[in-house]
């Protein structure tokens, strides 16, 4: 059974970073691509960035452009999201997910597995 577990979350004040790590169960997986998306209470689930596996080409939603960097460990089987000067509206549950196929990165429906998420919430 495939698994994404996600750690790193937790309370930090605005400005300040958190990293988030998704270590992925099976070297089997075949991924495609590896995504992190985020879910406020009440909003949708919407995308945050995505990393192409096999060559690390990397995708940004417009709102972290500049201050969140996805990168993934091979040799570990992790990807990470390092979230720099973190803003109040960053809060949200994040999840990590895999795509086996390629696809349009930015669509949630199209990632075949998901984490539990982590939680990430930023005070002011």
């Known amino acids: 059974q495939v698994q994404l577990v996600e750690s790193g979350g937790g309370l930090v004040q605005a400005g300040g970073s958190l990293r988030l790590s998704c270590v992925i169960s099976?070297?089997?997986?075949?991924?495609?691509?590896m995504g992190w998306f985020r879910q406020a209470p009440g909003k949708e689930r919407d995308f945050v960035a995505a990393?192409?596996?096999?060559?690390?080409?990397?995708y940004y939603s417009d709102f972290v452009k500049g201050r969140f960097t996805i990168s993934r460990d091979i040799a570990e089987n992790t990807v990470s999201l390092q979230m720099d000067n973190l803003k109040t509206e960053d809060t949200a549950v994040y999840f990590c997910?895999?795509?086996?196929?390629?696809?349009?990165?930015?669509?949630?429906?199209?990632?075949?597995?998901w984490g539990q998420g982590t939680q990430v919430t930023v005070s002011s």
């Open positions: 997910a895999a795509v086996t196929k390629p696809a349009n990165l930015y669509a949630r429906r199209l990632y075949d597995y």
């Open positions: 099976t070297r089997t997986l075949g991924q495609v691509a």
């Open positions: 990393i192409l596996w096999s060559s690390g080409t990397t």
